[in-house]
């Protein structure tokens, strides 16, 4: 059995092993593939296994590669393949989808405490003399915010919601949850379903933590920031064009939005032009949140899981059925 993986460096850049997905078969691993759908039907060859973390494929790819039996994608979202166009072709398509939970939640947390504090900023100022220079025993170059008694609108209240939650609330913060599945159980003296405008409008903090849908895409506009509380902070680690870029930036050029802090863009890499980069008070991280090598093995376990039940004959995690 032939095992191609098209994209594995953002996995594994070294310190994991494939160990686990080699036992199955005759691997290749590639640490990257042109996205050209020639070059992509090329390095797949007669593969009947195939990984894919962000290489496209489209029905295009798949309806020229007649060896292909399945299909893991490394990663939750899957929007990356034709799913309909191999249902129809008769390959399984599996994703991976709760690795990241706890490291997604924590970067996020992150993110605010960056925004409320702006630590690296202010230790750069320390090591470039500005505290040696100054007339007073401390200084700050930004506002330093206190969380406590704040309302923190999270939108898309599914696992990395919750966590995210549960720090969240451990640092006094009130929860305004947007979901369109409720759990009422999760509801407390400090965690309440809203609906989407109020949680427009009550938040101190959004929290993008939606999957991109035709219905979120764009959530983050310029009619939805205007509902929001002057002075609103607004992190995105889920899915880049959640936001209008250009939306987000005349609105921290104006000063609604006070901060801004996202691991995620519209495309990636992130292009010279994006508007953010030229956007003031904000933060922009390379969508690293999934990384830490804790949950990388969790993701390389859970591919190793998915292939395994579908040599068996029970596959798992199937998002094309």
Sequence with gaps: MKIVVLDGFTLNPGDL??????????????????????????????????FTNKTPLPQSVLSKTSTVKYIGVLATGYNVVDTEAAKELGIVVTNIPTYGTAAVAQFTMALLLEL???????????????????????????????????????????????????????F???????????????????????????????SDIVSLHCPLFDSTKGIINKHNIAKMKDGVMIINTSRGPLVVEDDLRDALESGKVAFAAVDVVSA????????????RNCIITPHIAWAPKESRTRLMNTAIENLEAFIKGSPINIVNK
């Design 17 to 50: 092993s494939w160990e686990g997905i080699e036992k199955f078969g005759d691997l290749i691993v590639h640490d990257r593939t042109d996205f050209s759908p020639d070059k992509v039907i090329e390095t797949i060859g007669n593969a009947e296994i195939i």
């Design 116 to 170: 409320c504090h702006h630590i690296g900023e202010h230790s750069s100022a320390v090591f470039m003399g500005d505290w040696t220079k100054s007339a007073d025993f401390c200084f700050w170059n930004y506002p330093l915010v206190e969380l406590a008694g704040k309302s923190m609108g999270i939108i898309g209240f599914g696992r990395i919601g919750q966590a995210t939650a549960k720090i969240a609330q451990a």
């Design 172 to 202: 006094g913060l009130k929860i305004l949850a947007f979901d369109n599945y409720q759990n009422p159980e999760l509801e407390s003296d400090t965690c309440k379903y809203v609906t989407l405008d109020e949680l427009f409008s009550q």
């Design 268 to 279: 990636e890499p992130i292009s010279a032009d994006n508007p953010l980069l030229n956007a």
